[in-house]
C-alpha cells in the first residue's frame, strides 16, 4: 500500500511565522501535490513536482512555496502566515505512468492566529 | 476553466438502499476518472477508478463511465451507515501525460439513514 505521511495532523502558529508542513512518501512516485482544502471551495491545488528539484504552480501558489530536494520528501512552505491561509493542507504522490491515481496523505488542519 | 461538476448534497438514502452519486466534467480529452471517499475530518481515500466507457464492478461499488455524455457515476449498492461521508469525482486533465494532475468536483455528501 501507498504510504504517504505528513508530518502534523494539527499545527497552530501566529500570524507572520515562516510555516513548514512536510510529506514524505514511500512508494517512490515521481509526482508529488499540495491541497488546500476549505468548506464549499474543494480541493485547489497549490504546488505540484514531477521530480526531485521540478516544481511548477498550481491555481492558488501565492504566498506559498515549495521544495523537493529528495524524491520521498516534498515541503510546502508558508513564507509569511496569514490568517486567510488557516484551512486543512493535504499532500498527495502519483506514479508517473499515465492515469495514474493520487493517493493522500492524512492531512494537516493548520490554523492562524 | 476545466470543471468537473458534482450535486453537494447531502443525498439522503436509507439504509440497504442504492445510493446514485453523478458526476459531469467539462474536458472531452480526459481519459481517466476517480472516486474518493472522505470522512468528516479525514482525508480523500481512492475507491473506484474507471478509464473505459460501461459498467466497472468492485463489491458493493459500481462506477459508470459514458465519455460521449461526459458523465461519470458512482452506485453504491446495499448502502451502509458507514457509507455516510462526502464522495469526490476527480477526473484527469488533458489527454493525462505523466503528471497525472487531477480536476477534483467539491463532493456529494452521502448520508445513510439507518
Known amino acids: 500500500d501507498v504510504k504517504v505521511t505528513q508530518s502534523s495532523r494539527y499545527l497552530v502558529k501566529r500570524t507572520g511565522e515562516k510555516v513548514f508542513l512536510e510529506c514524505v512518501q514511500d512508494?517512490?512516485?515521481?509526482?508529488m501535490f499540495w491541497y488546500r482544502q476549505d468548506p464549499g471551495l474543494g480541493l485547489r491545488l497549490i504546488y505540484f513536482?514531477?521530480?526531485?528539484?521540478?516544481?511548477e504552480k498550481g491555481d492558488i501558489p501565492e504566498g506559498y512555496s515549495v521544495s523537493r530536494e529528495k524524491k520521498e520528501r516534498f515541503s510546502l512552505i508558508l513564507e509569511s502566515a496569514s490568517t486567510n491561509q488557516t484551512s486543512m493542507y493535504l499532500c498527495?504522490?502519483?506514479?508517473?505512468?499515465?492515469?495514474?491515481?493520487?493517493?493522500f496523505g492524512d492531512g494537516t488542519r493548520l490554523s492562524i492566529l | 476553466q476545466k470543471e468537473v461538476e458534482q450535486n453537494s448534497g447531502p443525498l439522503s438514502v436509507p439504509e440497504g438502499a442504492i445510493a446514485s452519486l453523478n458526476c459531469t466534467y467539462s474536458d472531452r480529452v480526459s481519459q481517466s476518472f476517480f472516486w474518493y471517499r472522505q470522512y468528516s475530518g479525514k482525508s480523500p481515500e481512492l475507491i473506484m477508478s474507471?478509464?473505459?466507457?460501461g459498467d466497472k464492478e468492485d463489491g458493493r461499488f459500481t462506477a459508470q463511465l459514458n465519455k460521449a455524455s461526459q458523465y461519470v457515476s458512482l452506485l453504491i449498492r446495499d448502502s451502509q451507515p458507514s457509507d455516510s461521508a462526502t464522495y469526490l469525482c476527480a477526473v484527469n486533465e488533458g489527454y493525462g501525460g505523466a503528471t497525472n494532475k487531477l480536476i477534483f468536483g467539491t463532493g456529494t455528501l452521502l448520508a445513510v439513514q439507518p
Open positions: 498527495a504522490s502519483s506514479d508517473s505512468y499515465s492515469n495514474q491515481p493520487q493517493h
Open positions: 512508494m517512490d512516485h515521481e509526482n
Open positions: 474507471i478509464y473505459s466507457n
Open positions: 513536482s514531477y521530480d526531485v528539484k521540478m516544481k
